[in-house]
């Protein structure tokens, strides 16, 4: 660590001992965001952290304050996946974040000021009413009070009507030994067992 403040992104080492037998602890100012140990955790603003390191050597002991600011993280994990008239996108959660927001529109360079905006979507969550084979472009934004991540990585997908999977009733768990047929070219499983009770409901794709 340097004495000056700089920016950490991931987990940081915190030297456990220095020179001429001295041993050190740390403490944190904020163990949310970075804890004693060293391990980083990000959020979507940038969060400056204090970290203190305590010298000790026989009965002599001094301090020195460190300064890091976590950077801010963005939405991760960012996919969108066609279906027929529709697009399910789905991303990974981000610490601290109470809500999202979606922008798209068919054409890339989405941005919270170049786009539509869907407010407090969950993931995954299916946007509907689109035209088939019209690209879509998406970028999702964390939100926490009156604060806004900045923009997840541009995602696309072009809602289909040939070759996509669309599950019109599902099952809970998984099944074995059951049967597969084709029907009006839609595929019908059904039967079956989960492994301990054989299953009755069925799984139908087109």
């Known amino acids: 660590i340097g004495e000056s403040a700089s920016s950490v ?20 100012s904020d ?3 970075i804890t004693a140990t060293g391990a980083v955790t990000r959020t979507i603003v940038d969060t400056d952290v204090t970290l203190t390191a305590t010298v000790t050597k026989n009965s002599a002991s001094d301090s020195k304050e460190f300064v ?5 993280s963005l939405v ?7 279906g027929k008239t529709e697009a399910i996108i789905t991303f990974d959660e981000l610490d601290g974040a109470e809500s999202y927001n979606l922008y798209w529109n068919t054409s890339t360079g989405v941005s919270k000021s170049f786009g539509n905006t869907i407010e407090g979507v969950t993931s995954p969550y299916v946007h509907t009413g689109l035209t088939n084979d019209q690209s879509y472009y998406y970028i999702i934004t964390a939100v926490k009070g009156s604060v806004e991540s900045a923009k997840s990585s541009e995602v696309t997908t072009a ?9 019109k009733t599902s099952m809970t768990t998984a099944r074995y030994g059951h049967t597969a047929t084709t029907v009006n070219s839609m595929i019908i499983i059904a039967g079956g067992s989960d492994g301990t009770a054989d299953l009755d409901s069925i799984e139908i794709y087109d």
Not at 11 to 18: F, K, Q, R, S, V
Not at 68 to 72: C, M, R, Y
């Open 9 to 28: 992104t991931e987990d940081i080492t915190l030297p456990a001992g220095g020179s001429c037998g001295t041993s050190i602890t740390w403490s944190t």
């Open 31 to 33: 163990s949310d965001r």
């Open 68 to 72: 890091l600011t976590v950077e801010e």
């Open 76 to 82: 991760q994990g960012v996919k969108a996946t066609p």
């Open 159 to 167: 809602p289909a009507t040939d070759n996509v999977w669309q599950v």
